[in-house]
């Protein structure tokens, strides 16, 4: 039993500070736990809790970041070795420990990939300098890596570089190579954060089994209750970085002695929740602003279309050859229709590389479409001059799925929120330092952050600042990519609870790209499930997914994890489906998409190219 065996690894005591401006900083104080081979620890709390900190110190990775434990041992059974405290090693020993004894998962792909080096390089690299392995070897295995994690034509993926991947690839890639050396210990920090529920599944079983097959030791630090649910051995629940609960996950999840543990189950979007109500409506948390617990459905009377999508087709070129020409184009998205109604939410869901981003980004023509029209208010949004497109961005504002890629690492937060509002020519500073203020307290971050840098900040934090730059020019929409899925349970709720506010007072639609499905039952009023490009099913949130047709969309409801301990999903004989290939020669003549029409509103694709219905 896990319970005889002695700990892998043992955390006494630990203490970490940070230097700040104010002064130094606690991050974590007095934590201890221990991990056993064959063990999963789910680490979970709120945004600034200290988890992640916890996690970077086993591989002294916090120094790098301003940190410094300052008081505590970590213990680790280095084998031969015997136990040693790697708090106290030198950086030689830590650097032979970091991938080879110790794989960590990041929770940000983009930042912990290197930009300039091929993915089939950062692979190799581990394997090259821990392993041993000849460059011929090391790519072969990668090879195997990738296949491991569901890359999509993995061998084409070697040679590609981080940014031409979508943010789901890249926290594959990111996965593979902390598993690379197959380590004792794998430390996941929020590993499927960026992943569908299907591809979610299948990690969380690769990660299950590899835990079994090799008594793997697993930490594994998330927001996502039902994730803890399905993983876990032991629950550590910490809070303001203090350790305040520990106990087997089926005595967290059916007995927590804590208030914040209770309020942290309470918070979690359960799919199913809003079956037979007609609008989306807010979370009942523990209490709203006022003091009450009461939500009032979004109810919009009478909605007139503000965007509408038509034929919507972007690709992108393959280059190849000596000339670097294009040999074949990637059909992102391909023939898709759509329409937001003023003031509601149009959800769109599908896996990690199915052209949700892209539909969202070619919208806004961050990306240039190949095809199709956009309109917004009546405006045709394609036919805009560059000046004239500038304009119009002010009327409609994304929140980006990587916050700290899409924060200036060099501004601080004041400066970054105040950009876009001086960009404009919005109110005098005195106005725009009140109205700063104000979106600090909508997004629940002290005002005293303001002076704050991004990289002081927790995954979570750097988010909330995202939605509020995006808020600062009043838009009428927002395209929200992933834009809740780096915030744990309890933020999640607070921050969706807020953008339904907001669509209640300011009347703002939303186009809502995400992949988890209990947030979209949540707050959705339409939804449209994509599958390589295309829509294979569109109507209202009832009838997606109280009706749902397709056969992919079945899939992905199945594929949703439960937060009970005792209904685990994780299974042994996880079948991997290849996924298609969205690349096609140039001068491909792609099919119209054909739907049918179940119920008003509630259409179905008609097409070989997704496996019909």
Not at 208 to 231: P, S, Y
Not at 360 to 369: F, N
Not at 418 to 424: D, Q, Y
Not at 486 to 511: P, T
């Amino acid at each position: 039993m896990l319970d005889d065996a002695a700990p892998l690894v043992s955390v006494e005591g630990l203490r970490v500070e940070f230097e700040t401006q104010d002064g130094p900083v606690t991050g974590v104080e007095d934590v201890s736990f221990s991990i056993r081979p064959g063990e999963c620890v789910c680490v979970v709390g709120e945004s600034g809790s200290g988890k992640s900190v916890s996690s970077l110190s086993l591989m002294r990775l916090v120094e790098f970041g301003g940190g410094r434990i300052a008081e505590g041992r970590i213990l680790f059974d280095a084998g031969k070795n015997g136990r040693v405290d790697l708090a106290r090693q030198p950086a030689d020993v830590m650097r032979d420990v970091r991938g080879n004894e110790i794989g960590m998962i990041f929770q940000e792909p983009m930042t912990s990939l290197n930009p300039v080096f091929t993915v089939g390089e950062q692979l190799a690299e581990g394997l090259v300098v821990h392993r041993g392995l000849s460059r011929a070897q090391a790519r072969a295995r990668s090879l195997e890596l990738l296949r491991e994690v569901r890359i999509p034509e993995p061998e084409r993926r070697l040679n590609q570089y981080p940014h031409e991947l979508s943010g789901g690839m890249r926290q594959r890639v990111v996965i593979a190579i902390a598993m690379a050396c197959r380590p004792r210990l794998l430390i996941c920090d929020e590993p499927t954060t960026a992943l569908d529920v299907t591809i979610q599944a299948e990690i969380l079983a690769l990660i299950d089994r590899l835990k079994r097959e090799n008594g793997m030791a697993v930490m594994f630090i998330t927001h996502d209750m039902a994730v803890v649910a399905q993983m876990a051995d032991r629950v550590v629940v910490m809070y303001r970085g203090r350790k305040v609960e520990e106990g087997t996950a089926t005595e967290i999840f059916e007995n927590p002695r804590e208030d914040y543990t209770r309020a942290l189950l309470a918070a979690v979007p359960r799919l199913g929740e809003m079956t037979g109500k007609p609008a989306p409506e807010p979370m009942r948390l523990m209490r709203n602003a006022d003091g009450s617990t009461a939500t009032r459905p979004i109810v919009v009377a009478d909605p007139k279309p503000l965007l509408e999508v038509r034929s919507l087709s972007t690709r992108f070129g393959v280059k190849g050859g000596i000339l670097r020409r294009t040999v074949a184009q990637v059909h992102a998205v391909e023939d898709v229709s759509f329409t937001v109604m003023g003031g509601e939410t149009l959800s769109l869901v599908g896996e990690s590389g199915c052209g949700k981003s892209t539909t969202g980004r070619s919208i806004l023509r961050l990306v240039e479409p190949t095809a199709g029209e956009v309109r917004l208010g009546g405006t045709d949004i394609r036919g805009l001059s560059p000046s004239a497109l500038r304009r119009a961005r002010a009327d409609m504002q994304m929140i980006f799925q990587d916050p700290f890629a899409s924060l200036d690492p060099q501004m601080r937060l004041y400066d970054q929120i105040e950009e876009p509002m001086l960009n404009f020519g919005i109110g005098s500073r005195s106005e725009r330092q009140d109205r700063i203020a104000g979106l600090f307290d909508r997004v629940e971050l002290p005002r005293s952050f303001m002076r704050r840098y991004p990289h002081e900040m927790s995954g979570g934090q750097r988010q909330r600042i995202a939605i509020a730059r995006a808020l600062a020019l009043n838009p009428k929409l927002i395209i929200a990519d992933e834009a809740v899925s780096a915030l744990d349970v309890s933020v999640q709720a607070q921050v969706l609870n807020l953008l339904m506010e907001l669509q209640q007072d300011l009347g703002i639609s939303m186009l809502f790209i995400s992949h988890d499905m209990a947030v979209v039952e949540r707050v959705s009023h339409h939804v449209a499930v994509m599958y390589l490009g295309r829509i294979v099913e569109i109507g209202t949130r009832r009838q997606v997914f109280e009706n749902p047709q397709h056969s992919y969309t079945r899939q992905l409801m199945a594929a949703v994890p439960v937060a009970d301990p005792r209904k685990k999903k994780i299974s042994e004989d996880l079948k991997f489906k290849p996924i298609p290939s969205p690349i096609f020669p140039v001068g491909h003549d792609a099919p119209r998409s054909t739907y049918r029409e179940v119920a008003p509103g509630h259409r179905v694709l008609v097409d070989p190219v997704t496996h019909g219905t």
